[in-house]
């Protein structure tokens, strides 16, 4: 029984270890030191219990080959490290801002700034409706209790300006999609920011929403 509880809790231990390395490269350095903590934490315990349980199923010459009393306080202190680490990466969550630096005031957050001027400068007209795009997801980002007029206007110049932005990229269904969604995926990389998008996306529930034609998307 003991075996099955440690296989448990290191497959748990495993799939938090994916999920911070995905934390790490949305980024979301505070959710993924988080994951990544809590894995350590319990691929620790882990070790421990094995420990435990050859200590008291093994043999008396088997027990004089196992760690001594230094060894054992040892794995206190991980546990110890690795559980104000899991308590410090909460208190960083909770203190992130859900706006973020904006230094220049142009409705875009810093790094997103950064990755336009990076991946979309082919041509004016592509960096005006990243932008656009982008000026968008923020103000859903900081958005608290929506409407369901906030939200059905969201999403309908979400349409807009993500479509027009489709017309100015390479002409390539995966790199279109892909260059969109970085600056979507960048947006919305902490929980905070991913709650208030996912609740106006919860308002609009079904319904039918038109892409921009061409001669629409005129800068």
């Known amino acids: 029984m003991i075996y099955v509880f440690v296989v448990c809790t290191a497959l748990w231990g495993a799939v938090l270890f994916i999920l911070a390395a ?65 308590v410090l990466s909460v208190a960083w969550q909770a203190n992130q801002s859900v706006a973020g630096p904006d230094a220049d005031q142009n409705g875009i957050r810093d790094d997103v700034d950064t990755l336009i001027a990076r991946s979309f400068h ?21 958005t608290t ?3 369901h007029e906030q939200a059905v206007s969201y999403m309908n110049e979400a349409f807009l300006q993500d479509g027009c932005l489709s017309y100015f990229l390479p002409d390539d269904y995966n790199l279109r999609r892909s260059l969109r969604d970085k600056i979507y995926n960048l ?7 991913r709650r208030n998008d996912h609740a106006l996306s919860e308002l609009i529930g079904a319904g039918a929403f038109t892409l921009p034609k061409r001669d629409e998307c005129k800068g």
């Open 22 to 86: 995905y934390s790490f490269t949305a980024p979301d350095a505070a959710q993924g030191m988080y994951q990544l903590s809590l894995a350590l934490l319990l691929f620790k315990f882990s070790e421990m219990m094995l420990k435990w349980h050859r200590r008291h199923v093994s043999t008396t010459s088997e027990r004089a080959a196992l760690p001594d009393g230094a060894d054992q306080w040892k794995d206190y202190a991980w546990v110890l490290m690795l559980s104000l680490s899991v």
């Open 122 to 142: 082919a041509s004016p007209l592509q960096t005006v409706y990243a932008q656009r795009l982008a000026r968008l997801y923020q103000r859903a980002a900081v």
């Open 145 to 147: 209790n929506p409407t």
């Open 187 to 193: 947006t919305f990389n902490t929980a905070g920011r």
